[in-house]
């Protein structure tokens, strides 16, 4: 946007304009009565709260000062994102900027974290930053980025609808947690039970090997002639989740897929490794094939081990490399109630993910609303 196309008292300016770095210093903090200590480890990327801190009295060498009201940017790996506003004093690293409004005249300070967030700010602060392995950028960079600043009083209608944005993506965050933590304890108490010691006597104590069906007979082979016919027709999975190419099996029924990659199990938990998969399908042939039977759901199984760690159940194979064999899945334990109680549980268990789910959701579309006002007021296009 240029100088004559900007609506009237707009005007582009230079971060280093209206931003001036903080260069309060302490050395030694403690005595000068500051509790409280800032790392980047602190900073959440898009969270504009300092959740978490340390102590000044367990030994710190950070000699920055920050203020209430003061932004802590993080100039190190800054594609990271981490910008928070200060509620409390305190010192941090030396990888934050401490940065404040020269004059609250000009700029709000309560503008600013916004400004701070936006996409053209990062990308700035990425594009200037030097260094392969741990890249910073430096002050005389960013005091260059170039925005389009509105008068005071249209600020001051950007940081209401701004902060209201934010005010309810934190709700729907402080929803999310509770609503996970729902789930959790829904698992935790209606599956598991603190197994096996603490189970429902009346819960049989079984193997996946002889509670269901574990067979390669479900796979059809794709012939070459065939498959590019294929392609694009149905899904196609493999252990790590959706893949783009088929090259293996197809599958028709109601089955779940067990990615048996020791290498992922290593990082993550199994819910992130099992997918429930409803109707026709491709897999190739790194994933087990887990089809439910006469006394144990798809569905039980399925949430049973979306929230159970089985890295105790791999072995080791060659250089170290871990892999879920066949037999190694045949011998994992589950617990199997009745099936009027699998069902029961398991409708209770959709209603909790359901509801994580949702709110999830809506915290996407309010966080994407939150983006989007943001680089509509630095590129002066914010109609408040």
């Known amino acids: 946007m240029t100088e004559g196309t900007m609506k009237p008292g707009w005007r582009k300016v230079k971060f280093g304009d209206v931003v001036r770095l903080s260069k309060a210093r ?91 967030q936006t996409d053209a700010f990062f990308d700035h602060a990425v594009g200037t930053s030097a260094g392969s392995l741990s890249p910073r950028t430096n002050w005389t960079s960013l005091a260059d980025f170039e925005f389009v600043l509105p008068p005071v009083a249209v600020q001051k209608k950007c940081v209401a609808l701004l902060q209201a944005i934010e005010g309810l993506r934190v709700e729907l965050s402080n929803a999310f947690n509770a609503a996970w933590s729902l789930r959790l304890s829904a698992y935790q108490n209606l599956m598991f039970h603190d197994w096996p010691d603490e189970a429902p006597a009346h819960w049989k104590r079984s193997t996946i ?44 029924g109601k089955y779940v897929l067990l990615g048996e990659d020791g290498d992922h199990f290593l990082k993550y938990k199994t819910w992130s490794m099992t997918q429930l998969i409803v109707g026709k399908a491709n897999v190739n042939n790194h994933a087990h094939v887990i089809q439910g039977s006469e006394t144990c759901s798809t569905d039980w199984f399925f949430h049973f081990y979306r929230h159970k760690d089985v890295r105790e159940f791999l072995t080791k194979q060659g250089a170290g490399r871990l892999k879920l064999k066949k037999g190694d899945l045949e011998r994992m334990p589950i617990l199997v109630p009745p099936l009027a109680e699998q069902v029961e549980i398991v409708t209770h268990i959709q209603e909790c993910v359901a509801s994580t789910e949702g709110i999830k959701a809506r915290m996407a579309a309010v966080s994407d609303f939150l983006r989007i006002a943001r680089e509509e007021v630095v590129r002066g296009e914010a109609n408040v």
């Open 26 to 116: 302490s050395q030694d903090p403690l005595a000068d009565g500051i509790e409280r200590y800032v790392g980047l480890e602190h900073l959440e990327p898009g969270d504009l709260r300092i959740r978490s801190w340390g102590s000044v009295a367990d030994g710190v060498t950070f000699t920055s000062v920050f203020q209430p009201g003061q932004v802590l940017f993080g100039k190190r790996r800054a594609y990271q994102r981490k910008v928070a506003v200060a509620d409390f004093s305190g010192v941090c690293s030396g990888d934050i900027y401490v940065l404040e409004t020269k004059d609250a005249q000009v700029l709000l300070p309560e503008l600013l974290p916004f400004i701070c």
């Open 209 to 252: 090997g002889k509670s269901l069906r574990i067979s390669n007979s479900l796979r059809k082979p794709i012939s070459a002639d065939i498959r590019a016919k294929m392609q694009g027709e149905f899904p196609y999975y493999g252990p790590t989740g959706r893949l783009d190419s088929i090259n293996e099996y197809r599958l028709d």
